[in-house]
């Protein structure tokens, strides 16, 4: 169902009185005006993609209530952000900063605390502050999108000069999804690796009553600094910038980001793989070569099953047992496809002139033909609406959204992920596969992975599609992820990244030493929102207020 | 004189009194065994390069006994570390890490603060304690150097597989440098960038009265986490490394860097521009070239004069004047010297097998032809003791020590640095160019700079050679480096790094906002550092017990 009233009510914070919380919210409602803040006291609609909603999950993993906002603000400059801040730490009323808010697969646009107060950033502050064409980069408010970032450098004619990296999907904000350190499919794909320079809100109150701003890198720079602060990320003394990622410790207002010169060509190419069994010395194959640099951009190495879905068809089109799909069925079904059947298909690109493309493109093409059953697939042979010129977009930096469609795979399509990381050897895509596999097969669940091979490192990404409304099937999912994240802690492989939900047990496999990290998030914790009233439980990290009293799930 | 008795005899501490102070070493003393303090009470001798002193800057631009430890002390380990921590907190000592202390022009191994305990990392802990030629990475305590790094790449056999990248001078420390965010010239000369991983132990007493040492990135896993600490830099949550980068956070026990796979072949390129006035367009061709990486490392585009200074012989072979010398004989004695003579010379290095370096060499010769008189120098021609194949050697993760010889140009020569950053523009180049002329010229020094171009922006370095025994003309050196760092700054442009004596300043620079990074800083410090006990002053932070109270220069 679409939308549906509110069962629970106003989600209210904890700690403060409904007509008390209704009072605050009446005073940031006269200081910032009426229309730019907005009190969640009606209805949860989970809209769709485009039109996804800004209070909790559009793709709920628990009861959509649950992770949900009471109130999103609208701030339109820095100057309400800082206002915003004093405010909440006035009445202690917990606050969740989102930039575009599509972070799905890791909570949305959700707070990870009921009742948050919700800022919309990217709602009112969606500038593009600068392209700069000599140093290629840009400097960009929240609400900028990889979409309309494209788009503007097209407007501009500069977009055969140069790029942006953009991840599968191109609804998301250049700063939410870097500051969550995404990835994209161009060799500039690590995104927080290219970002250059941060402005930032603090979340605390100083003692001359005033919240501070300030610029990380050359950006701190009293006159002119901004000359370099796109140019140069570290200026001088402390390098700041990574402790406002994945973490709730300020509130990032600009950030800067480098744009990718035109590489002079590109080529997608991709190759089929027939065996499960292949996955382990084709890994051995991918290392070497992505280390050097002739697979050049983070490649996928897609399941079957993931090729298979991303056509967009529900899974009742080709299956309708309970249980994971058979191998067979998938098999069969690929046969008609464009990769035909096949355990794993390759996505790369290749960059440069024609004449450098083909150096690399032929020992590629060797290395990989050392698998007996290796197929390369001559991409004039496809379609142009096949998924393969999806990625061909992607790769060459065009936002796109033809990933969404795997969503499609079940009724009120929701997906939640399990992202650990490992070196690039075939014993840990192994060992990582087979936990995935069993713990999916224990649940019912179909198994999509795909090897996201970073440079010296791999993402598996597990996309576990489930439908929305079904509360059984959530709990399946749910224990799934919960036991994929223990085993693989177990074996010594930790996440990158993950949903709200499953935050507190990710953080806590990170643990070496008596959890001595996460004192120390800890204590920067402490010092920076004493209040801690900024995103209170996000990556696991706690305010002093919320600390060990039931909050961590 | 190369040693002289203390003149101002032991360097106790602030704060404490000789006798609590000989107390309380003897109190260490007896923690870490006898041989492993030593007292600073007799004479301050400055050495040479390869036996440097611990305890003071061997190349000092104010009084030696200035910038000088009391003692130094030489932990044989982790818990060696946490004891020492424990007991600076005890008695509130001031103490300065080094990892090997050869920071020359940055203030070497010399504290901030006169009387700190130094405690020399590197002595002991300097262990290379893996080399991992699968993911091409290694992980190395304070004291490894780019020099023994590269000897056991080469003892096990590994030498033709992966490179080590360097700065110009291969006797530092891998640990140090990269703290000190220092720069080699290899495409992995950004080292920040390419560290993953760092075990640090921090500086105060928890209140169970432990000092708490954590593990950043994928190195906080509780189980076997080692397997991807150095192939992923991030980890999950905030990313804490930069805040331990330029900074008195924390004291780093380990380190992992990233190495570099053989690229299949390398060339040495060098080309002279004859004008001084080629420097404006000669940087407007490079930026382009650079960004899209046909010019692959950072590059030095170097003075004349540097060209002749390295050589190693004194400035009184080729002049006798006062005042900087003048151009024409800068001009005359290059004639008889390989580059031949010229205003500017380009020292850069492609990579990749032969077909590929073509590429990109023949596109950078006709680029830089466009400069009426650029020459490009055969390297056929040129002999083996030429300065261009110690070029050649770092550009191909060789250490080196060739770079040395210019400090020769003065009789007791040492050098200070000024390090600004800016654009890879012409008009910043003049600028820069320009304030540093007039400066030098003012104080009657020689200018020397090198444009050391990262990938969106240089870093121009301009060495000040000095006599280190003549006191008139350090006065000289420093006024000449605080005018230009004061004009720099008036221009919009910052130093990446920069001398001891000059950190406060520098640091002040990056004033933004009523210098709310520095209000940031002070604030990590406080909740990190309570009793102040590490590194004060450095990069101009002061914990709460020295700020404002007249230490900052
Ligand atoms: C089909 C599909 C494919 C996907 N593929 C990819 C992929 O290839 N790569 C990838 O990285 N992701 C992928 N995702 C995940 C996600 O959609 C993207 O990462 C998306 O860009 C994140 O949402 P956002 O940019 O709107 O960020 P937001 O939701 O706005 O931000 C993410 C989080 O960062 C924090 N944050 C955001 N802005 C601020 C701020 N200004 N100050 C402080 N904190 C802030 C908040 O905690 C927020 O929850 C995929 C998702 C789907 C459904
Ligand atoms: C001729 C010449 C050429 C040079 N060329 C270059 C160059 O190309 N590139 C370049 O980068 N530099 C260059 N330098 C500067 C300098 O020599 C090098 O950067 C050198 O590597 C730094 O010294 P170190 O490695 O011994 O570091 P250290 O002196 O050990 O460390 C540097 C600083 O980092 C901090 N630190 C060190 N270890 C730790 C730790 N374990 N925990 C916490 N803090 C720590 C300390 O504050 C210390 O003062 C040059 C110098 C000269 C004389």
């Known amino acids: 169902p679409d939308a549906a009233p509110l069962r629970r009510g106003l989600p209210v914070p904890q700690g403060i009185s409904k007509t008390a919380f209704l009072v605050a919210i009446e005073e940031l409602r006269s200081a910032l005006g009426p229309d730019h803040v907005t009190l969640n006291d009606k209805e949860v609609k989970n809209g769709w993609y485009m039109e996804h909603p800004n209070t909790h999950d559009m793709m709920p993993l628990f009861d959509s209530e649950e992770f949900i906002a009471s109130a999103v603000v609208y701030p339109g400059s820095v100057e309400d952000v800082k206002l915003i801040v004093k405010w909440a730490n006035k009445h202690l009323i917990p606050l969740f900063p989102i930039s575009i808010g599509r972070n799905l697969g890791y909570g949305g646009s959700a707070p990870r605390v009921r009742g948050s107060v919700t800022i919309d950033l990217g709602r009112r502050m969606n500038r593009i502050l600068e392209i700069n064409a000599d140093d290629f980069t840009c400097l960009v408010e929240p609400g900028v999108t990889f979409y309309a970032l494209h788009e503007e450098i097209q407007k501009r004619g500069l977009g055969d000069k140069m790029w942006i990296d953009t991840p599968d999907l191109g609804g998301g904000s250049v700063v939410g999804n870097t500051l969550d350190r995404g990835v994209g499919y161009t060799p500039y794909g690590d995104h927080w690796a290219c970002h250059s320079g941060l402005e930032v809100v603090l979340p605390s109150v100083g003692d001359d009553g005033d919240v501070s701003v300030f610029r990380t890198g050359m950006g701190a720079l009293g006159v002119g600094g901004e000359n370099t602060w796109q140019c140069f990320p570290y200026g001088f003394g402390p390098y700041n910038d990574g402790i406002f990622s994945q973490s709730n410790f300020g509130i990032v207002t600009k950030m800067g980001m480098t744009l990718m010169p035109n590489p002079g060509g590109f080529e997608s190419f991709m190759y089929t793989f027939a065996n499960e069994s292949d996955l382990a010395p084709l890994i051995e194959i991918i290392r070497p070569l992505r280390i050097s640099n002739i697979l050049e951009n983070v490649a996928q190495l897609r399941h079957g099953l993931q090729t298979l879905s991303v056509k967009g068809h529900p899974r009742t089109n080709y299956y309708n047992g309970s249980g994971p799909m058979p191998d067979p069925i ?43 059953g290796c197929k390369r697939i001559d991409p004039a042979t496809l379609p142009a609406d096949e998924y393969f010129w999806s990625r061909d977009r992607i790769a060459s930096g065009t936002p796109d959204l033809e990933e969404l ?76 992820l919960r036991d994929m994240i223990d085993d693989a802690a177990a074996l010594g492989y930790g996440e990158y990244r993950t949903h709200l939900a499953l935050m507190d047990q990710v953080a806590g496999t990170y643990n070496w030493n008596d959890n001595a990290l996460m004192k120390f998030n800890n204590t920067l914790k402490d010092a920076l929102d004493p209040n801690g009233i900024l995103a209170p439980g996000r990556c696991g990290i706690w305010p002093k207020r919320y600390r060990n009293r039931g909050w961590e799930l």
Chains 1, 2 share one sequence.
């Open 330 to 372: 998938i098999r069969q079904h690929l046969r008609s496809t464009a990769t035909g059947e096949c355990a794993w298909v390759y996505y790369g690109m290749s960059y440069g002139p024609a004449h450098i493309r083909g150096h690399k493109l032929s020992i590629i093409d060797n290395e990989f033909h050392r698998i007996p």
């Open 405 to 480: 469609k795997w969503v499609n795979w079940m009724p009120n399509g929701a997906h939640a992920a399990f992202s650990p990381v490992s070196p690039i050897k075939g014993a840990d895509a192994e060992k990582l596969y087979g936990l995935a596999k069993r713990r999916h097969g224990e649940q019912g669940l179909d198994l999509m992975p795909a090897f996201c091979v970073g440079l010296r490192e791999m993402h598996l990404i597990v996309e576990i599609v489930y439908d929305g409304t079904d509360m059984g099937m959530k709990k399946r999912v749910e224990k799934c």
